[in-house]
């Protein structure tokens, strides 16, 4: 008989949680904003350099592939270790690791080029 542990139910909801939110945001596509079209959405003037950084940094992870998008934006956004992301997306921490240098590399290279360093 398997023990059931807090890591298991961790991983359930995290797990769960996750495939709710890409459910939901598959069927509203169609009604997401193009990003052109956020651009003109009013905001506070306080907040507008933040949400200019904020588009920024979208484009780009935007232009990374999938796996890695989604690796940068659950550790640095949500906060997720390694393990809870290899967990949660059932890969090894290796592969999430090696996914986070990558899109690291490939991000620091795109601002390097931006900045014409």
């Known amino acids: ?7 298991d139910i961790e991983r359930y909801l995290i797990r769960s949680i996750s495939n709710a939110c890409h459910d939901y945001f598959r069927r509203k596509r ?37 796996e890695q998008a989604e690796t940068i934006r659950l550790k640095c956004y949500d906060g997720l270790t390694f393990k809870q992301i290899g967990e949660l997306q059932d890969i090894s921490e290796a592969t999430v690791k090696s996914r986070y240098r990558y899109a690291i590399m490939s991000l620091k290279e795109k601002i390097e080029k931006t900045k014409g360093v």
């Open 1 to 7: 008989m398997q023990k059931s542990g807090v890591d």
């Open 30 to 66: 169609q009604t997401t904003i193009p990003i052109d079209e956020a651009l003109h959405i009013t905001i506070d003037e306080s907040d507008k350099q933040i949400h200019e950084e904020f588009m920024r940094i979208n484009r780009m992870l935007d232009d990374l592939p999938p």
